[in-house]
Structure formats: C-alpha cells, structure tokens
C-alpha cells in the first residue's frame, strides 16, 4: 500500500489515485491555503420538535449562512463529539474559530447539530458536570423519572431523525457533505438514511471513524480495541482526569490555552460533558448489553440494533469520503499493529468496498482534539479543496 507525501498540491493529485493512505507532512499543512476566499457570515439558532419512542424530543442547532456563497447548493451538516454541543464547532478554547464557522467564512452554508438533551435552554450549562442530567425539551423542566427513562429511549435513530429533519427543513434540496466527530462520526454516515430532500454526497472526517457496525467488525478482526459495555443506568462524565486517560494532550504549540484543566473550564458551560450508557454501547457496537434495553423499554429490537447496519449500498456507491486523522490519535490511528488494521484505514477500506472514493489523509502531530487546536482552519481548508477539486461531484 503505497502513500503520497507532502504538500497540499500531492495530496490533491492523490484524490484521483487508488491509494487510500495520502500524507501530509507539517511543513505542507502550515502552508496550505484557503481554497475560497473570506467572506462573512451569519448565524442563527434553529430547533426542531418531533415524536419518537413514545415521546416528544427538542433537537437545537445553530445555522450559519455565509455572505456568498463558494459553490451555490453546497452545505456541509457538522456533528459533535459524544459530550459535546455544537458549540465547540463555533469557536475554540482561544478564542479562534471552530470549524463549522471556519466552513462558513469559506462561503458554505453550515448546520451544526446538537443531540437531544446537550444543550441546555440558552446555550450554557451552569449545573456542576457531577449534578447534571440531559434537557430533552426547552421549553420545560422534565421529572427525573422521566429524564431517566428517556436516557434509555434516546436512541441512535432519535437523534439522526432530528437531524435529518433539521437538514431538510434548513438544506432542502442541497448536496450536503456530513461530518461528524468521534461519536458523531457514525451518524454522518448514516445521516442519508434520514433525509428526504437534502441529499448526503459525501463525508468529511477527522477523527470520526465510520458506521459502529465496522467498528464492531474492526474490533472483532484485529483485536486492536478491547469490547466495553457501560452499566446501563450510568452517565459518563468529562473531567481532567478523563481527558489525560483519553490521552488527548497535545503539544504544548498546539493548545495555547494549556492543559486539561484550562480546557475543561473552557468546555464546561460549552459541553454537556455527559453520555448516557444507551449512547456509549451504541457507539461501541456493545451487542452483549443492548438487549437490556429492550427488556426494559419494550421497544422494538431493532431500535437499539439496525444502526450497526451497512450505510445503503446505493448511496455508498455514490459518495466521495475524505477521512482525516492525526498521526497521535489512539483510537483512530495508533492502535493497529499493520497499517489495514488501524481504525481509519479499515473504515477506509470499508468505504472502498462498497465502490465509494474514499481516502484517508495523515497529518502529523495532531490527537484526537485536533479540530479545536491551533490550525484548526487547515482540517476545514482540506475538506474544501478536495470540494474545489471535484472529488465530491460523483
């Protein structure tokens, strides 16, 4: 498996290549322009109330119109992380520009997404992360017991159909490249499924993997990520500690802001800074716990199971993906013994099975919180080259 090194214009040539592994070296990533020239940009909050798994669900996002647009009809849809909100793809913990901002200074309408029950009526969490509990609607306060029983009934396909319905109420009849972050990265993949105007061309990715089903099949084929299951009723919480065992530290140069307290303080009124059990053993393709949902919601199986399905082969067969990662990111890179057994190089591969263009692209340096570090514009500027270039036009 042969790679191309180096510069921006390298990696460019290598899009219309067989070769799944492109490089980048640091030196090419600095000097990468912006493929579109600035403009300014609007944005406004939108929400969405729809019905699922017997109850009612608020799904918020925030909708960023650019002055002019780069390629009329384009949009890009961005997901966070699993403890996220769209927030963290507004600015960084410096003050800088997130990414979807980035997208829409570049001339691209952006749908940032939120998933049911992170973001809080205005935007900032001001409980203490130990003390919080997920918001499922605005305008109201729920009773814990009801909080509790949705913790188990916001499904995979509860937050996708809140998505898809923000994509076509706000992106109707656009060709949308979906990105997704880490636990957002599978619903990118999987947002065509939930669309009925808007119309998923491609996925963009940093650190974002593909479908949880490959990631259960990769898991189960390599060996490179031990199998996890999370107690049902817990709630994951983001902290310090979290982070340094995530082993998300990054450079010094890159993180001017400093370490993972100075980042948590930042995130924390930013980030729900939780995930529920239901969410973690979806993500992890956890298949030995998620029939205790089912038992105890008496909703159908395939609810908690036909999201490890393959994306549709029709539509895999017409999508260009463009997966970036950071050569320091554990889950998605360093684990792997042979290179075909690395995360993004299997889901790579996954991808191009199912007759989709699809690359991986290495960038030096960069961990698993790479997008909100300095240069952070640069993964953003890639995406849109390799638009400019046509790879995405099918």
């Given at each position: ?14 899009l219309g290549s067989?070769e799944?592994?492109?490089?980048m ?20 909050e939108?929400?969405a ?5 017997g109850?009612?669900?608020d799904?918020?996002g925030t909708?960023?119109?650019?002055g ?24 960084t913990?410096?003050?800088?520009p ?19 029950g992170h ?8 409980e203490p992360v130990?003390?919080?509990m997920?918001?499922?609607?605005l305008?109201?306060?729920l009773p814990l017991?009801e ?26 009849d ?10 957002g ?15 998923i061309?491609g ?10 089903g490959?990631r259960?099949?990769?898991?189960d084929?390599?060996?490179a ?5 999370i107690?049902?009723?817990q709630?994951?919480?983001r902290s ?5 065992a995530?082993?998300?530290?990054d ?9 993972p ?10 980030r ?27 909703l ?6 036909d999201?490890?399905?393959?994306p549709?082969p ?8 463009l997966?970036?990662?950071g050569?320091n990111?554990?889950g998605?890179?360093i684990r ?18 199912g ?20 240069h ?17 036009d099918?």
């Amino acid at each position: 498996m042969s790679t191309r090194n180096g510069t921006i214009e390298n990696m460019l040539a290598g899009l219309g290549s067989t070769e799944l592994l492109l490089k980048m070296d640091w030196e090419g990533w600095l000097a990468m322009p912006p493929p579109y020239g600035e403009t300014g940009c609007s944005s406004r909050e939108v929400t969405a109330r729809y019905e699922r798994n017997g109850y009612e669900w608020d799904i918020h996002g925030t909708l960023y119109t650019p002055g002019r647009e780069a390629v009329p009809g384009r949009a890009v849809v961005v997901f966070h992380g699993g403890a996220g909100s769209e927030r963290i793809m507004d600015t960084t913990p410096d003050g800088r520009p997130g990414l979807a901002r980035v997208l829409a200074s570049q001339g691209f309408v952006t749908l940032a997404v939120t998933y049911p029950g992170h973001y809080p009526p205005g935007g900032v969490w001001t409980e203490p992360v130990p003390e919080r509990m997920p918001v499922y609607l605005l305008d109201r306060e729920l009773p814990l017991k009801e909080i509790l029983d949705r913790n188990l009934k916001c499904t995979f396909n509860t937050i996708l159909q809140g998505a898809g319905l923000l994509a076509d109420t706000y992106l109707a009849d656009r060709d949308v490249l979906a990105f997704g972050h880490s636990t957002g990265g599978p619903m990118a993949a999987h947002l065509h499924r939930f669309v009925r105007s808007a119309r998923i061309t491609g996925v963009l990715g940093f650190g974002s993997g593909g479908p949880d089903g490959w990631r259960k099949e990769w898991r189960d084929r390599t060996g490179a990520e031990e199998y996890q299951e999370i107690p049902v009723e817990q709630i994951s919480r983001r902290s310090p500690e979290s982070f340094r065992a995530a082993r998300y530290e990054d450079p010094e140069d890159l993180t001017p802001w400093g370490g993972p307290e100075e980042y948590m303080a930042w995130a924390n009124p930013m980030r729900s800074q939780m995930k529920t059990s239901l969410c973690d053993n979806q993500h992890n393709g956890a298949v030995g716990i998620l029939d205790r949902y089912v038992e105890a919601t008496g909703l159908p199986r395939d609810e908690y199971y036909d999201h490890l399905q393959d994306p549709d082969p029709e539509w895999l067969g017409n999508v260009g993906v463009l997966l970036v990662v950071g050569e320091n990111d554990r889950g998605h890179w360093i684990r792997g013994e042979r290179l075909e057994d690395k995360r993004e190089m299997f889901m790579a591969a996954k991808y191009a099975a199912g007759n989709a263009r699809c690359h991986v692209v290495l960038i030096p340096r960069y961990g698993h919180v790479g997008y909100a570090e300095l240069h952070n514009e640069k993964i953003a500027h890639l995406w849109l080259w390799a638009v400019r270039e046509g790879f995405f036009d099918g």
